[in-house]
């Protein structure tokens, strides 16, 4: 099983400063037919269900402000929020679904400081 | 807009089978794969398997053998089925609308989750 490790578990940032998020893979998730990377990234809010933010490891999904961006390739992956909002407090998920077992990262907290 | 709602018991004996089912609305469930995720409390998120009508369904080598996903258009409704399950199948169940791998492979569209308890 591909296993995806985030880094950090957590981070405080202060409001309109930038949040980073790192996410790697135990093996390349980059489909060498189309030359995807088959990495998504999601927002899970309290109370709520996971949002879809980036799938391809950087195509933003519709609607989602473009403070977000998704970047990396092969085993390395990162979430920048550019300017963090109050709004954006949440855990936020790596996703993988390269090979069936189609696994998720464990999370990382972002809060305001 | 596409919206899913999941329904089935919040309370399931251990051994016994959990059953949900996830209703799509504002849109058809032909031509989209079909998936189901679960979040144990203090854990990640974990997804069980997916499937699309027309192929078999895909699931999580951790939980096959014990899980069924199917999909019944005439109703617009997929449904998950676990047997034999632990308090470590407790978790709170999620379905979700997935796209396909060659398209973008993300899942766009979420249920609000239900909370599943395995308890006697």
């Known amino acids: 099983d591909i296993v995806l490790t985030q880094s950090p578990d957590s981070l405080a940032v202060s409001l309109g400063e930038r949040a980073t998020i790192n996410c790697k893979s135990s093996?390349?998730?980059?489909?060498?037919?189309?030359?995807?990377?088959?990495l998504a990234w999601y927002q899970q809010k309290p109370g709520q269900p996971p949002k879809l933010l980036i799938y391809?490891?950087?195509t933003r999904e519709s609607g989602v402000p473009d403070r977000f961006s998704g970047s990396g390739s092969g085993t390395d992956f990162t979430l920048t929020i550019s300017s963090l909002q109050a709004e954006d407090v949440a855990v936020y998920y790596c996703?993988?679904?390269?090979?069936?077992?189609?696994?998720f990262g464990q999370g990382t907290k972002v809060e305001i400081k | 807009q596409v919206q899913l709602q999941e329904s089935g018991p919040g309370l399931v004996k251990p051994s016994e089978t959990l059953s949900l089912t996830c209703t799509v609305s504002g849109g058809s469930i032909s031509n989209y794969y079909w998936s189901w995720i679960r979040h144990p409390p203090g854990k990640g998120l974990e997804l069980i398997g997916y499937?699309?009508?027309?192929?078999?369904?895909k699931y999580n080598p951790t939980l096959r053998g014990r899980v069924t996903i199917s999909v019944d258009p005439s109703k617009n409704q997929f449904s998950l089925n676990l047997n034999s399950v632990t308090a470590a199948d407790t978790a709170v169940y999620y379905c979700a609308r997935k796209i396909s791998d060659y398209i973008g492979g993300g899942m766009d569209v979420w249920g609000q989750g239900t909370t599943v308890t395995v308890s006697s």
């Open positions: 093996q390349s998730v980059l489909y060498s037919s189309n030359n995807k990377n088959y």
């Open positions: 391809w490891a950087s």
């Open positions: 499937k699309i009508y027309s192929e078999s369904a």
């Open positions: 996703h993988h679904y390269f090979v069936n077992s189609k696994t």
